[in-house]
């Protein structure tokens, strides 16, 4: 919708990482404490979305860009 409202071409990269992958985990720490810390980066992740998608939508609105 944006592209198409300013006629122009946007791209958009989303990337996601586990945490162990960029974080310095020490090689001791419990696999059952690993798979904890995952899940909260997941749901905090979804809630984060739900946030961006809300801005987003908002802000489409505000300069009346519609689909």
Known sequence: ??????????????LLAKP?????????LQETVLKELNA??????????????TIFIEEIIKVGITS
């Open 20 to 28: 162990s992958q960029i974080m310095k985990f020490d090689d001791s």
């Open 40 to 53: 909260m980066t997941k749901d905090r992740l979804e809630e984060d979305m739900v946030i961006h998608e």
């Open 1 to 14: 919708m944006i592209a198409k409202h300013f006629n122009s071409h946007l791209e958009i990269l989303k």
